[in-house]
């Protein structure tokens, strides 16, 4: 049995919750939908039949309800990898980790997570409107170097084909390949275009934008857009994907990301108004989910 975690290593609030997510495991569901804007969370609690928790802190708006007979929990995580950092793991201990005793519980409990994100596209043929999930994700944002993990939990031939193909400069941090669930992709399969998703650790540089600093990696989005694996080319660009795959993985849980596409690199398109779009995303994944 581990030994008791430490108040400044796991750390909760005054009223014994996880610090950030602020739940415990009775008020988690082992279904998760990750959002990153906290707005968002609003679209579940409008579709929600019932709600039985809620809670906000900072960017986190955390909702366990049901639908149609299943029980769910909608968390908004804010942006980027180091967020996703904070927000898997404190829900991989809200579901294994006896918050009162500190200590490991004996039988492991496997979340469901699902992100419904945003992207951009970085192929003309997948236009701004479309849906695409990650069968495979790829960090450019180094978390999982943080990590122990054993290399077969990860893919590290794919890793070793996109290092040769990309050939990164040696002061950028190694990136990494993860496959996601096949159960949770095949739920989606009719609706969406199956791809590789790159996650970045930041919107301009790391995702090849120029402003008024140049991108130390040049032609990045064309690099990217021309690796393929396993019959797979890089659909999209987005800044969670490979942390949510890669701590899952890791910590014994099934993820997905589905994306609505809102900006076309190639083509150099955005769409500005898509809530309606996002809401009618957010009710085809809770109904291929409940069922």
Known sequence: MMNELKSSELVLNSSGKLYHINMTGDELADEIFLVGDPERVNMFKELFDSVEYES????????TGHYKGHRFTALSTGMGCDNIDIVV????????????????????RTLNMIRI????????DIPCGSLVA????????????????????LEEKMTQAFEKHIQFPARLARPYCVKGSEELLANVADITVKGITATAPGFYAPQGRHIRIAPSVKNLNEKLATFKWDGLKVTNLEMETSAIYG??????????????IIANRADGTFLNEYHSQMRDTIVKIMERMAK
């Open 117 to 124: 994100g945003t992207s951009g596209s970085l192929h003309s």
């Open 247 to 260: 701590l899952g993985k890791i910590m014994g849980h099934n993820a997905l990301t589905v994306c609505l």
């Open 56 to 63: 906000t802190n900072r960017e986190l708006h955390a909702l």
């Open 89 to 108: 793991s404190e829900l991989d201990a809200a579901a294994n980790i006896n918050l009162k005793t500190r200590t490991a519980k004996a039988n492991h």
């Open 134 to 153: 990650s069968a495979y994700a790829i960090g450019l944002d180094g978390l999982l170097n943080y990590y122990e993990h054993d290399d077969s939990q």
